[in-house]
């Protein structure tokens, strides 16, 4: 009887140790989330090298395609090690309202059993890295064919670390006033489009116009490259929109179907707009098609159910081709592989339109906009939108004129005709 009444208590006292709820603020370990994790961060790395490499590189003339791989490829390993020494800890770590702390400052403390949330923060850490590598990346496709190789270095490095990591810090990191304002981007509209878009159109503007631009064909050398690089970013998005839920979840699991969606719907939008306007649908216009509604679902991914990315991915394609086409003609910056009417176009209809389209059931309490009873949400993502703008145009174009007053933008006349796989590279593709 006594072991009877024994199990019983044993028994007894399992069912309370069960029953005891964890702490949300105890966070552990979970499988899932980090084998997910994991897999994003590998294909969010993927979006730039070899994606966007290949998507910008199949777009110049063939005297400049090693150039833009260069570029690419000189960013994902300069951001690497910046976001490692200061990066990381500017934009994650607590600070203030408009910079993070030194925490991190070169990784200090980040130990392989430090955790952020469920998942390991070297993690969490690398997953960001993707992030700030890809952004300035970006920006290449504005100046292609003109700027220095050593100007480039120089302005890639100061710009991830004034512009990238604060904006980032603002939106995402602990204690951001765009977060705590609302402003909404679950996966980097703000961050990373507007950013690097309006980064791009300071740049195109202030470096200038390419030789020959208007007079000579700049007709795009290997539109193969492109679909692919185009390929790359869109199956690599996954991990960039599905895995900004930082878990294996249902969240991960819309934001990767709106993705799907969007995309999809601003291709065709794209195509049919061109077609119907220049008689052809062109292969260079469904993959920019679908690059636009990548960007533009990117801040709503999290936010928005199926009908809102259908028509986020629409609103897209129609008025990304129009910032890549008519805006950039009648204004009359030459923006190379169009930077900003793709990404600083697409970020702003995505960050406005989730304030139209954000649903409480999909994004969780407080996160409703003007179709869910919240229309002030939409002052508030321009809010957001404005801030970011601004911020990003004025120290861009300080950044640029320092270093043009220092030691000079773009290549000689002569360096730029011959191009820049041979004059700054000493190689060519044959």
């Avoid at 990066?87 to 993070?100: D, H, R």
């Amino acid at each position: 009887m006594l072991h009877r009444n024994g199990n019983l208590a044993l028994w007894a006292m399992g069912l309370a140790l069960f029953a005891t709820p964890v702490r949300a603020d105890d966070p552990t370990l979970n499988a899932a989330d980090t084998a997910w994790m994991l897999t994003s961060t590998a294909l969010v790395l993927m979006m730039t090298i070899p994606g966007l490499a290949l998507f910008y590189a199949g777009m110049v003339r063939q005297k400049n395609i090693l150039a833009v791989m260069m570029q690419n490829f000189a960013v994902c390993a300069l951001v690497t090690v910046l976001w490692m020494i200061a990066g990381y800890t500017l934009a994650f770590t607590e600070g203030n309202a408009f910079i993070g702390g030194l925490d991190r400052f070169f990784l200090n403390g980040l130990t392989k059993d430090a955790l952020s949330g469920t998942i390991p923060e070297s993690v969490f850490m690398m997953f960001q890295m993707t992030f700030a590598i890809i952004t300035p990346a970006l920006i290449t496709g504005a100046f292609a064919d003109r700027m220095k190789f050593s100007s480039f270095l120089v302005f890639m490095t100061l710009w991830s670390l004034v512009v990238y990591a604060p904006v980032c810090h603002w939106v995402w990191g602990p204690g951001g006033f765009l977060s705590a304002a609302g402003v909404l981007d679950f996966a980097g509209g703000t961050v990373v489009h507007i950013n690097a878009g309006i980064a791009g159109l300071v740049c195109a503007s202030m470096i200038g116009i390419r030789k020959g631009h208007g007079t000579e064909n700049m007709a795009p050398h290997n539109l193969t490259y492109s679909v692919i690089g185009a390929s790359l970013l869109w199956v690599g998005w996954f991990g960039f929109n599905a895995g900004s839920a930082v878990a294996s979840n249902g969240a991960a699991g819309m934001a990767m179907a709106v993705t799907q969606i969007a995309t999809s719907a601003a291709a065709l939008a794209w195509m049919f707009v061109e077609w119907a306007v220049r008689g052809k649908p062109s292969v260079l216009g469904i993959v920019s098609g679908a690059v636009a509604g990548l960007v533009a679902i990117t801040p709503a991914s999290g936010f928005v159910d199926p009908m809102g990315g259908l028509i986020i991915g629409l609103v897209a394609g129609v008025a990304c081709f129009w910032g890549a086409t008519w805006l950039k003609k009648t204004v009359g910056y030459d923006d190379s592989l169009d930077v900003f009417g793709v990404h600083g176009v697409g970020g702003i209809v995505g960050a406005l339109l989730t304030g139209v389209f954000a649903v409480q059931a999909i994004g969780g309490e407080g996160k409703a906009g003007l179709i869910d009873g919240n229309p002030g949400q939409i002052l508030t993502q321009a809010y957001g939108v404005g801030v970011t703008v601004l911020y990003t145009a004025v120290v861009t174009a300080v950044l640029l004129f320092g270093i043009k007053t220092v030691m000079g933008l773009r290549v000689t006349p002569e360096e730029e005709r011959e191009g820049l796989d041979i004059s700054l590279h000493g190689e060519t593709v044959h």
